[in-house]
């Protein structure tokens, strides 16, 4: 069984960094194929793709966040990491980890997601 | 980048009623679209990738059509479960950028 889980701060205050884990299991991110990307809410708006990372390490990122995200792996501990820097109230969201599909970057996988509130 | 633009916004129907959810890529993305399902509190569900081929599970009154621009996302006979967001993804190529969501209700 495959399951996606989110951990990091609920609450972070504007400018500082945010640092989100997605913790994995029943995959492996060695395998070709594979990737484990970002989705972020805000509250009672639209998805948002942030982010993907691939078994190659290749990454991919939303070019509006681009100079603001980084994303990472762990692949001995199933770990994905997303950083985001000089939160702003904006960012306030539920983000979501996701898998993608071997078939294309489409995602048939989720986390439970995990909201991020940034206020001072 | 290729904005996707879904219509309506908002959607009210009957039960029984068939329903249509448009999504348009400002950019051909061949069959490279996705659809979601998310009902209030609730992580969104993959419906239906390749524009038109149903993921496992998902009841065959969803169906998925269009190739190119143009989309579409049809419920022949809405159901009270329907009751959700609709989003449209692209996924030719990144960013893999989402529609702006269709929210359907029930009259």
């Known amino acids: 069984q495959i399951t996606l889980k989110e951990s990091g701060p609920t609450l972070v205050k504007p400018t500082q960094t945010l640092t989100l884990t997605c913790i994995f299991s029943g995959f492996s991110l060695r395998a070709s194929g594979v990737g484990v990307g970002w989705i972020r809410q805000p509250p009672g708006k639209a998805l948002e793709w942030l982010a993907i990372?691939?078994?190659?390490?290749?990454?991919r990122y939303s070019p509006s966040l681009k100079s603001r995200l980084t994303i990472t792996k762990d692949t001995s501990k199933n770990q994905v990491v997303l950083t985001v820097t000089n939160m702003d109230p904006v960012d306030t969201a539920t983000y979501y980890c996701?898998?993608?599909?071997?078939?294309?970057?489409?995602?048939?996988?989720w986390g439970q997601g995990t909201l991020v509130t940034v206020s001072s | 980048d290729i904005q996707m633009t879904q219509s309506p916004s908002s959607l009210s129907a009957s039960v029984g009623d068939r329903v249509t959810i448009t999504c348009r890529a400002s950019?051909?993305?061949?069959?490279?679209l996705a659809w979601y399902q998310q009902k209030p509190g609730k992580v969104p569900k993959l419906l239906i990738f390749?524009?038109?081929t149903l993921q496992s599970g998902v009841p065959s009154r969803f169906s998925g059509s269009g190739s190119g621009t143009d989309f579409t996302l049809t419920i022949s006979s809405l159901q009270p479960e329907d009751v959700a967001t609709y989003y449209c993804q692209k996924y030719n190529s990144d960013p893999y950028t989402f529609g702006q969501g269709t929210k359907l209700e029930i009259k």
């Open positions: 390749a524009a038109s």
């Open positions: 990372i691939y078994w190659d390490d290749d990454k």
């Open positions: 950019q051909g993305i061949s069959n490279y």
């Open positions: 996701v898998q993608r599909t071997t078939a294309g970057t489409y995602f048939d996988l």
